[in-house]
C-alpha cells in the first residue's frame, strides 16, 4: 500500500509525487525505444552512425595536411579523438535538451518520475554513439598504434563524460520547458564548442595561461586524455583525471539540484 | 482493517496560468518587462473535500472545463494541489488517453514493454502477464508489426489491454469506453464491472451516459470548479440532467415554432 501525500505547499508538493515502479527497466526501455526508432527506417542503419565521423575526419585531414600542412603525426587519428567525444558530447546535449518537450505526452498522462526522461534520452544517445567509439578504437589499431595497459583508463573515462552530460542536460532540458528557445542557444553553443576544444589543434598551442581553465572543461579535457592513452600511450595526468572527476561530479548534482526545483511546474507548461 | 478512505480530497485547489501558449523568450522578457502585471490564472477546482471508500464506484459529472479531467489528474499524482491534501492509498491505474506512450515506429510487443514499464510494471510481472495483454487485445497474429499499420481500434484495444493488466486498486476511467467496435466494447465494460466486483475502486467521468449510470453508484457533479452535488448516482444524474433540459428544450422547439401559423 503506497500512499501519495502532499504537504500544503505546491512547490513542495511537487517533489513528492510517487511512482512505484522498476526504474532500471523504465529506463532500458525508453533508452531502447529511442535506439530503435533511430534506427528503424534506416536502410544501412548503424552505418550512417560511422559515416558522419568519417566524412567530417576526412575533411578535416584534407584541409589541415594538404592545404594548411601540420607536422601532427597520424593526424586522421588525432582529429578523430577530437570528434567523437565531441560528437558524443554534442548529439547527447540536444536531444536530451528536447526530450521534455518531445515526451510532453508521457509526462502528462503517467507520472513517472521525470528525471528519467532526459536520462534515458542521453543513455540511448550514448549506445548508439557506441558506435563510433569502436570506429575510433578500430582506426587506432589499424593506423598500427596497438593496445597498451592505459587503454584501462577507458572504462572510467567514457562514463565521466556521461555523467557531465547527463547534469548539463537535466538543466537545459527543464529550462527548455519554459522557454522554447533554449535549444537555439543550444545549437549555437556547439558550434562555439567545436573550436573551444582542441578537436583541429594541440593542447601545446593552447597560451599557457589558458591551460589550466581548459582542463576543467570536460570535453576539452576528455579529447587530450584519448590522446594521451590512444596515441602516446602514456596515462594521462593525475591533474586532469581529478579536474575531470570534480566537473562532472558537480554538474551532475548541479542538475539534479535545478532540476527537482523547476519540475513542479512542468505539467502547466507543456 | 480500519476503513481509511482510499481516496481523500481536503480543501484542494488548483489554478492554471494563462500563458496562452507564449513559450518563446520574447514573452518572458515582455512579460519582465511590464512590471509585476498579475499573471491571469483561473481556479480549475475551488476548495473541493470528498472521500472515497475501498470499493466505492464514483462517477464525475460536469460540462467541459468543469475540472473534471484535472480532478483524475491530481489522484493520477501528475499534478500535486496548490493548496489543500490529496491522499491516495493504492495504485492507480489511469485509463487517460490511451495509448500516450505509444510510439508508431514500434512494433506492439515493443510499445506493450514500454508502456508497461511507464505504467510501473516490473519485468518479471511483465513477463507473466504478456500472453494475457495479447490475448485480451485479441491482437496475437499482429504483435510483432509496428503500430503505425494498426488501426486506431486496433491500437486502442492494445493501450487498453496494457492498463487493465497492471492490477491497480484504484482505475481511473476518463471516457475511454468508447474503443474498438461492439463486440470489444462489451468486452471492457465486462472487465471493468470484474474490477468492480473484485472490491476494486473506479472513478470515471462522463457526460453522464447510461453505461456510467449502470457502472457507478456514486457521483460528483462539477461546474466550473466548485462541488455542486455529492450523492447517490440516480439523485446527481437526474439533477444534472434536468439542470441541461432547458438548453435541450430551447433547440427542439424552434422548429416546431416555425410550423404554427
Known sequence: MSAIEYPLHSVAAGAQQKWSGDYLFLIRNLALKDFRVRYRNMSLGMFWSVLNPLVMMGVLWFVFTKIFSNAIPHFAAFVLCGIVP????????????????????????????????????????????????????????????????????????????????????????????????????????????????????????????????????????????????????????????????????????????????????????? | MTSRPIIEFRDVWKSFHRHSGQLLLRAHVQRLASWRKPVERFDALKKISFRMERGESLAVVGANGAGKSTLLSLIAGLVPPDRGRVDVRGRVAALLELGSGFHPDLTGAENVHLNAALLGLGRKRLHDVFADIVEFAELADFIEEPLRTYSTGMTMRLAFAVAVHMDPDILLIDEVLAVGDHAFQAKCFAKILDFRRCGKTILCVSHASGMVQQLCSRALWLDHGDLLLDGAMAEVGSAYESHLKPAHAYTAETPRDSQDP
Open chain 1, 86 to 270: 565531441y560528437n558524443l558530447f554534442t548529439t547527447s546535449w540536444l536531444t536530451g535538451t528536447t526530450s521534455l518537450v518531445d515526451n510532453a505526452g508521457l509526462i502528462k498522462r503517467v507520472p513517472v518520475p521525470r528525471e528519467i526522461i532526459p536520462i534515458a534520452t542521453v543513455l540511448g544517445n550514448c549506445a548508439h554513439m557506441s558506435v563510433q567509439v569502436v570506429l575510433l578504437l578500430a582506426l587506432i589499431l589499424v593506423s598500427g598504434m596497438g593496445v597498451n595497459r592505459y587503454w584501462w583508463w577507458l572504462i572510467a573515462l567514457w562514463p565521466l563524460e556521461i555523467v557531465f552530460v547527463t547534469g548539463l542536460v537535466l538543466i537545459f532540458s527543464a529550462l527548455n520547458v519554459y522557454i522554447r528557445d533554449i535549444r537555439y542557444v543550444v545549437e549555437s553553443a556547439t558550434v562555439v564548442l567545436f573550436w573551444l576544444v582542441p578537436i583541429i589543434y594541440p593542447f601545446s598551442y593552447i597560451p599557457d595561461r589558458y591551460h589550466e581553465i581548459y582542463q576543467f572543461n570536460p570535453i576539452a579535457a576528455m579529447v587530450l586524455a584519448l590522446r594521451n592513452i590512444l596515441l602516446e600511450g602514456v596515462a594521462p595526468p593525475a591533474s586532469l583525471l581529478i579536474k575531470l572527476t570534480f566537473s562532472s561530479t558537480v554538474m551532475l548534482l548541479v542538475g539534479l539540484f535545478v532540476f527537482r526545483r523547476l519540475r513542479a511546474k512542468f505539467y502547466n507548461y507543456l
